[in-house]
């Protein structure tokens, strides 16, 4: 697993506590919206804290397809390759 | 599943948001409206205190009979865009009295404040640029975004900095970004740190357009905005405004400091493939316009009952959603059901406010929000007091 997968998801999943400080476990299938209850506000301060702690902007229409953690970790991991 | 299914938890929410009374908080039908701040909800009269109508212009005699001039002299539609058949002279002389206003050389209107963000936002930053938007931006700036062919990126809600490390991050193509901010958010009712966007904009050679939808006509010299209350007005690129506030009609105006903003006219599709706005609108919103322009009457008598409201509030220890005090008020609650209470409880003492509950507010907020007019009585914002006074000792409303 190359280094920078790691790095976007640790990332990811920092991020995801913050922006939804009493979530339980999650996986990667785990469904943002129907499994986590987050609405578009919510997903829109995750990909805020996601930018911060990677220092990387992600674009609205990047993300915009991402309904799992996976897929998400995945759209994030490709804004991170095109920006390397 | 059908197209429909989706559709679902809005019937949910809506069915929470009816609230224990016989009006729904949402869509809420007025019976009819009597004055810029009376309307019968229910069989009853109730005071308006949940509208955009700041100036109370809606209803001032000039208005009204330019609008009834326009209709007798000009009919009632004018069947076409401004490309084609709708490019009357009252369109025109409108855009230049809003270009003159502000001292700038170009000035479009566009047929609703909705479509003037979507208009100008969408073709000023195109294929291979870039938007930066606040994250609390109104969803007529998002929606923008998805129209535009730019890429959007956000920042976090009135936050400079937030908004340089991004500009740093495009490197040279910052000098291809439009960066989007409103002056005053309509929810929560705060302002924008406009000084240092601009600084922070100029730093990086991008461009700033500055929604002013609710600061127009009650801020700055003329009542021209917060741009220029704040002298920024020759390092604001674009400024955005709506004729369905404090102009009391419906419309939206895009003004610029560049001449060529001019040519976004052959280049805007929500300017080229609509009609544009009937006469009479355009009649009634350039009466408004002119008496907006004229004196300072008005805006000193809403300052007047903003600033005796809003110490009022905080005094009732209320959690209000703004340190700045604004014609927007939100009296704010984590839950949903401590908002809705004192919705129905201002409604039952006959006063309309308008309530505001997630996705649709900033950080999961529950908002009971209180718009002020100037054509308010003193006597209404007694009642408006005394009324919340009753119900903040019933419902222990303090700040959380």
């Known amino acids: ?84 | 599943m059908t197209l429909l299914a989706k559709f679902a938890p809005l019937a949910e929410l809506r069915a929470a948001l009816a609230g224990s009374g016989r009006v729904p908080s949402i869509a809420t039908p007025m019976d009819a409206v009597h004055s810029a701040t009376e309307a019968t909800i229910d069989g009853r009269r109730v005071l308006l205190a949940g509208t955009n109508n700041y100036l109370g212009l809606t209803f001032d005699a000039d208005c009204r009979a330019a609008a009834i001039k326009a209709v007798e002299t000009l009919g009632t539609g004018t069947t076409g865009s401004r490309m084609a058949s709708g490019n009357y002279a009252g369109h025109r002389a409108l855009e230049r009295e809003f270009a003159d206003a502000f001292g700038w050389p170009a000035c479009i209107v566009f047929s609703t404040g909705y479509q003037a963000n979507l208009g100008a936002i969408s073709a000023l930053a195109g294929q291979g640029d870039f938007l930066l938007v606040d994250a609390d931006g109104h969803a007529s700036i998002h929606d923008a975004c998805r129209l535009s062919a730019a890429t959007t990126i956000r920042f976090r809600h009135n936050d400079p900095e937030n908004l340089a490390r991004r500009l740093e991050r495009l490197g040279e193509d910052a000098k291809r970004t439009l960066v989007v901010v409103e002056s005053l958010y309509s929810v929560l009712g705060d302002r924008a740190p406009l000084k240092e966007f601009v600084e922070v904009t100029e730093r990086y050679g991008a461009m700033l357009i500055v929604d002013e939808a609710h600061s127009f006509g009650m801020f700055g010299p003329k009542g021209l905005g917060i741009c220029a209350e704040l002298g920024l007005l020759d390092r604001v690129d674009f400024v955005l405004g709506t004729f369905s506030k404090s102009l009391g009609g419906v419309g939206g105006f895009c003004v610029s400091r560049h001449a060529d903003f001019e040519l976004l006219r052959l280049a805007s599709r929500p300017y080229l493939f609509t009609a544009s706005p009937p006469p009479a609108v355009i009649a009634a919103t350039h009466a408004a316009l002119k008496r907006l322009l004229a004196g300072d009457d008005l805006r000193a008598t809403l300052w007047g009952h903003i600033h005796r409201f809003y110490d009022a509030v905080n005094r009732q220890g209320y959690r209000v959603g703004s340190k700045d005090p604004g014609p927007v008020t939100a009296l704010v609650f984590n839950e949903r059901d401590a908002a809705i209470g004192l919705w129905q409880g201002l409604l039952d003492a006959g006063i309309y406010t308008n309530l505001m509950v997630p996705p649709s507010t900033p950080a999961g907020l529950n908002i009971v929000r209180i718009s002020l007019s100037a054509a308010h009585t003193e006597a209404d914002i007694s009642r408006m007091i005394e009324a919340l006074g009753k119900l903040a000792a019933q419902l222990k409303p303090v700040a959380a």
Not at chain 1, 41 to 64: F, G, N, R
């Open chain 1, 1 to 84: 697993m190359p280094a920078t997968v790691d790095r976007v998801e640790l990332a990811v999943r920092e991020a995801l506590k913050i922006a939804v400080p009493d979530i339980g476990a999650v996986d990667g299938s785990t469904h943002l919206a129907s499994e986590l209850g987050l609405d578009s506000a919510q997903v829109m301060d995750l990909i805020m804290e996601i930018e911060d702690h990677l220092d990387i902007s992600i674009p609205v229409a990047t993300i915009a397809e991402a309904r799992t953690l996976d897929q998400l970790c995945d759209s994030v991991r490709r804004v991170v390759a095109d920006n390397a």
